[in-house]
């Protein structure tokens, strides 16, 4: 009868841990993202629900699964000073075949452009060659109020600025 006991407890030992409820790390949010490098794991999501939250004197604690496995130690405000924007001129408005895009200083960085129409779809997108003056080809397009998004992104600071213009093509 001992050694029935002694079995039982066994098998009962082994069906408890085996069958043991695992955690895994998932998120339910509308996107998000993980990547990996030899020294950096980066994982982001959007959309998450938090549920809630509570501050102590020992720290932060969240519900939720997906959670930051760093401590942050310092934050600090580091200014960014923003890169000077050019002046930016487009002609003519309104135009028929050509849209000329005129700087008052040469480009550093990078700037693409995008025309959308009145409906808020692309209809062009493209790149700006180096320069103080580009001209945008606008013939194949039909008439209309349209909005032309300038954006230049900073080869040094990463740091993005747009400019919009509204524009009649006819």
Known sequence: MNRLHVIIVILMFLVFTSNGQSLDLWV?????ETTVSEKVNLQWTLGE???SSIRTSKGLYTE????PYIQVINISNIAIPLPQQP???VFPNPASTELI????????GEYEYSLF????K???????????QTTLDV????????WLQLIHTDIITQVKQTTNFQIILQ
């Open 28 to 32: 339910i949010g509308s996107g998000g």
């Open 49 to 51: 629900i938090q549920v």
């Open 64 to 67: 939720g699964f997906h959670q």
């Open 87 to 89: 002046d930016i001129k």
């Open 101 to 108: 895009i005129a700087f008052d200083q040469k480009l550093s």
């Open 117 to 120: 129409n009145s409906g808020g």
């Open 122 to 132: 692309v209809a062009d997108f493209g790149r700006l060659d180096f320069g103080l």
């Open 139 to 146: 013939s194949r397009h039909i008439p209309g109020t349209y």
